[in-house]
């Protein structure tokens, strides 16, 4: 079977399913596991070069707040009617992070055979989990992806009865940096099953911009940053944008040094099965808990010293 996949979550499913071996087109973001899809031809590109914009300026180029613009993706439609797919995996949830449900329908119906098209739409944590079995269907594979939610689940529970019982820290996660932005969807779920309160956005939510006054209103125990698409390096980088903010210091989570950053693509942000690894990585964050393979520095770095105080950000955002 010939697999194009759209969507970094989706090729995320393809290889844990074991068929990335079937991949025959990827985006260019999809980068797991990359001994599996180096090779794989790339068939988008960005429309401008995002890791030299900051958080608002991409923000600004997508449209804003209400993310009303274009996508950051371009699809090479002449490449894909090359690869000729017999199937081709996509989204319909955010036109921001990939490419646009619209573009791929209007691409398909110009190709001499038309692939059959998936569109996942996850938003909690137990429809990222769905979504193996229904592309395990869909690749013939259905007993092989019930089995792996299983697992997942498995490891879930463990999670949460490794965490149950403690002291539930609140804790503020940060999707995007400027405009502030709380993570929504299915982070709150990995939150409360590693034995956090998420504060700010609820389960399955499509989130809006938040005021940083909201942020210090609510007072954190925990902030935890993982912007979404922004690796750690790059989330460092532009920490002044939230420790240089009026009254960042006095934030009970700053006071106590319990700010992390995460790794948001590998774990947060993509609908993937990756997810679980996010719940056993926020079990250590939170509670201090060993839940599948030790934490990685990698995969969650406590901020310290002189990272944690005022930085030359810009002030006076509210």
């Not at 890791?51 to 002449?78: C, F, N, P």
């Not at 389960?203 to 690796?231: I, K, N, Q, Y």
């Not at 990698?298 to 930085?311: C, D, F, I, S």
């Amino acid at each position: 079977m010939r697999i194009v996949s759209l969507l970094p979550a989706a090729t995320d499913i393809v290889a844990d399913l074991g068929l990335a071996s079937d991949l025959v087109g990827r985006t260019h973001e999809c980068d797991w596991p990359p001994s599996a899809v180096a090779s794989v031809p790339v068939v988008t590109r960005t429309e401008f070069a995002a890791d030299q914009l900051s958080s608002r300026e991409i923000s600004e180029a997508v449209g804003g707040a209400d993310h009303s613009g274009s996508s950051l993706y371009t699809l090479d439609t002449e490449a894909l009617a090359e690869l000729a797919p017999d199937v081709l995996l996509t989204q319909d949830l955010c036109d921001v992070c990939a490419v646009s449900y619209e573009r791929v329908s209007r691409a398909v119906r110009v190709m001499e055979t038309g692939p059959r098209v998936l569109s996942l739409e996850p938003k909690t944590l137990g429809d990222v989990l769905d979504c193996l079995v229904t592309v395990g269907d869909l690749l013939g594979v259905r007993e092989r992806a019930e089995q792996r939610r299983t697992e997942l689940h498995d490891r879930l529970d463990e999670v949460r009865r490794l965490t149950g019982g403690r002291t539930r820290p609140r804790v503020v996660a940060i999707e995007w940096l400027d405009p502030l932005w709380p993570a929504g969807h299915w982070v709150p779920e990995q939150i409360a099953a590693a034995g956090g309160e998420a504060l700010l956005a609820e389960p399955g939510e499509h989130t809006e911009p938040m005021t940083w006054g909201s942020v210090r209103a609510a007072r954190p125990d925990v902030v935890l940053v993982l912007p979404c698409g922004f690796p750690p390096e790059r989330t460092l980088a532009e920490l002044d944008l939230l420790t240089g903010l009026p009254g960042w210091e006095e934030l009970p989570a700053v006071r106590a040094g319990e700010v992390w950053v995460l790794d948001g693509p590998a774990y947060f942000n993509r609908p993937g099965p990756r997810v679980v690894r996010g719940a056993e990585v926020l079990a250590h964050v939170l509670h201090g808990v060993r839940a599948g393979d030790p934490v990685t520095g990698a995969e969650a770095r406590q901020l310290t010293g002189r990272e944690l105080t005022p930085g030359r950000g810009p002030r006076g955002r509210e």
